[in-house]
T-cell receptor, first 113, second 112 residues
Framework: AQRVTQPEKLLSVFKGAPVELKCNYSYSGSPELFWYVQYSRQRLQLLLRHISRESIKGFTADLNKGETSFHLKKPFAQEEDSAMYYCALSGRDGGTSYGKLTFGQGTILTVHP | NAGVTQTPKFRILKIGQSMTLQCAQDMNHNYMYWYRQDPGMGLKLIYYSVGAGITDKGEVPNGYNVSRSTTEDFPLRLELAAPSQTSVYFC???????????FGEGSRLTVL
């Protein structure tokens, strides 16, 4: 069975400080990992995906297959980064999990001025 | 272009009542999903559909039914509501099986 774990329910940092939201996963096949974000009073939306290898709003995430992790990082947090962040996994290998996301519990990030 | 629209946004049900959560998308997406989110938990997949007339169970389907008569609509039916179904329900759609889901605003359901 696949599983996504976000060990921190709450994370607080000050503006300008580095931030790292942790995500660990368990999946026997070839995974595809995502970060979704929900800002206050907005819909859940895709932030980034590991296969794109891009930086969105200053955030990056690297898939580490050895540690089965996909941590989200930003070197200098901004107040507008305050939101709920979800890590999610989908199978890439055409199995029963293909195209269906398994979500972690979410981390509420608060960036203080 | 409204995206994914869910109704109602809030609802209180008594135990044993039935109701339907409506979901519609105007992006011509083939794939549609229903998730539930319990407090402090991640989203869990209830049902999904890969096209009109085709639906399948997700991780937590018990107590729910779905139908997909058109590409646009994917209603979720709760029969005999139970307190365990108190949750926030999210409908989502996607164009491809790429993991990029477009979500509705959510429907908060309380069963008393």
């Amino acid at each position: 069975a696949q599983r996504v774990t976000q060990p921190e329910k709450l994370l607080s940092v000050f503006k300008g400080a580095p931030v790292e939201l942790k995500c660990n996963y368990s999946y026997s096949g070839s995974p595809e990992l995502f970060w979704y974000v929900q800002y206050s009073r907005q819909r859940l939306q895709l932030l980034l995906r590991h296969i794109s290898r891009e930086s969105i709003k200053g955030f990056t995430a690297d898939l580490n297959k050895g540690e089965t992790s996909f941590h989200l990082k930003k070197p200098f947090a901004q107040e507008e980064d305050s939101a709920m962040y979800y890590c999610a996994l989908s199978g890439r290998d055409g199995g029963t999990s293909y195209g269906k996301l398994t979500f972690g519990q979410g981390t509420i990030l608060t960036v203080h001025p | 272009n409204a995206g994914v629209t869910q109704t109602p946004k809030f609802r209180i049900l008594k135990i044993g009542q039935s109701m339907t959560l409506q979901c519609a998308q105007d992006m011509n997406h083939n794939y549609m999903y229903w998730y539930r989110q319990d407090p402090g938990m991640g989203l869990k997949l209830i049902y999904y559909s890969v096209g009109a007339g085709i639906t399948d169970k997700g991780e937590v389907p018990n107590g729910y039914n779905v139908s997909r008569s058109t590409t646009e609509d994917f209603p979720l039916r709760l029969e005999l509501a139970a307190p365990s179904q108190t949750s926030v329900y999210f409908c989502a759609s996607s164009y491809l099986l790429t993991g990029e889901l477009f979500f509705g605003e959510g429907s908060r359901l309380t069963v008393l």
